[in-house]
Nanobody
Framework: VQLQASGGGLVQAGGSLRLKCACS???????MGWFRQAPGKEREFVAV????????YYADSVKGRFTISSDKAENTVHLQMNSLKPEDTAVYYC????????????????????WGQGTQVTVSS
């Protein structure tokens, strides 16, 4: 499975961006997620969606502003980001979890074994 993230860019605070993660190969991941890493900080959980069933989970910092969605026919996962803040500035990575990942593990970095290359999101104040 290969993941290709795109859609990042430079946007003013309050603006929107839509990230896309294209999955090639047969996706065996149970969860697909977005994580982000700001300069000098550790990579952190943003949002995940269960590939079958569509359950979603969000970090508190993005809840109500970001929406994750999936399109199984196209093998894509999107992250709609609205009301962006300067603190959302980071490299955003899409990732796929192990097939056996359970709900309580879905937010954990170590549950994810497939990673895309990252796309830069910069929010100016």
């Amino acid at each position: 499975v290969q993941l290709q993230a795109s859609g990042g860019g430079l946007v003013q605070a309050g603006g929107s961006l839509r990230l896309k993660c294209a999955c090639s190969g047969r996706p065996s991941a149970r969860y697909m997620g977005w994580f982000r890493q700001a300069p000098g900080k550790e990579r952190e959980f943003v949002a995940v969606i269960k590939w079958q069933g569509g359950s979603t989970y969000y970090a508190d910092s993005v809840k109500g502003r970001f929406t994750i969605s999936s399109d199984k026919a196209e093998n894509t996962v999107h992250l709609q980001m609205n009301s962006l803040k300067p603190e959302d500035t980071a490299v955003y990575y899409c990732a796929g979890s192990r097939p056996g990942t359970i709900t309580s593990e879905a937010r954990r970095l170590e549950s994810y074994v497939y990673w895309g290359q990252g796309t830069q999101v910069t929010v100016s104040s």
